[in-house]
């Protein structure tokens, strides 16, 4: 069955980096767009960013852009998002999703990104 | 980017009950709405796509209609299982994909 497990959330000073990975299995990988959405503690949902299946089309929410990078690896079936100067307002769990229309499906479990000093 | 509301923000109801939750979208997004469920601790899972289609091994007592700026989730009959919080997703913009704030439903 299809799986996405995140992975390298953790706790991390203001302006710091953090890679997420995200691990796909079960699906094609290949062939889906994915996706990152998040949400802050107690807090609805928010789109982050999305890839092309061939990583050639990239697009950011405007409260990540120039600061997020979003890039996949076919080959590992993989999905990565470089998280640099980070921000307060960045803490939460971050979801990673294939869209197979457009909408997200299945999620991962989501790993959480903390930051503060 | 496309504004989406959903009314209630909250909601109280008993097992068996018939539920509506709205979504609003700020201009028109013709079809592309979709409905998630999202219970505690837990990722959300897809319900509804393209305003009405369901999701497969959704239950059928789940609907969606609308098109437009105006659309409905309906629970035909509450489970206990259902008492959640429900979300609803744009996708006309891309970029700019945008959720409602939720509609938390509760027991009664």
């Known amino acids: 069955q299809v799986q996405l497990v995140e992975s390298g959330g953790g706790l991390v000073k203001p302006g710091g980096s953090l890679r997420l990975s995200c691990a796909a299995s079960?699906?094609?990988?290949?062939?889906?767009?994915m996706s990152w959405i998040r949400q802050a503690p107690g807090k609805g949902l928010e789109w982050v960013s999305y890839?092309?299946?061939?990583?050639?089309?990239?697009y950011y929410a405007d409260s990540v852009k120039g600061r997020f990078t979003i890039s996949r690896d076919n080959a590992k079936n993989s999905l990565y998002l470089q998280m640099n100067s980070l921000r307060a307002e960045d803490t939460a769990v971050y979801y990673c999703?294939?869209?197979?229309?457009?909408?997200?499906?299945?999620w991962g479990q989501g790993t959480l990104v903390t930051v503060s000093s | 980017d496309i504004q989406m509301t959903q009314s209630p923000s909250s909601l109280s109801a008993s097992v068996g009950d018939r539920v509506t939750i709205t979504c609003r979208a700020s201009q028109s997004i013709s079809s592309y709405l979709n409905w998630y469920q999202q219970k505690p601790g837990k990722a959300p899972k897809l319900l509804i796509y393209?305003?009405?289609s369901l999701q497969s091994g959704v239950p059928s007592r789940f609907s969606g209609s609308g098109s437009g700026t105006d659309f409905t989730l309906t629970i035909s009959s509450l489970q206990p299982e259902d008492f959640a919080t429900y979300y609803c997703q744009q996708s006309y913009s891309t970029p700019g994909i945008t959720f409602g704030q939720g509609t938390r439903l509760e027991i009664k």
């Open positions: 999703a294939p869209s197979p229309g457009r909408w997200f499906d299945p």
């Open positions: 393209a305003a009405s």
């Open positions: 890839i092309s299946s061939s990583g050639s089309t990239i």
């Open positions: 079960g699906f094609t990988f290949s062939d889906y767009y």
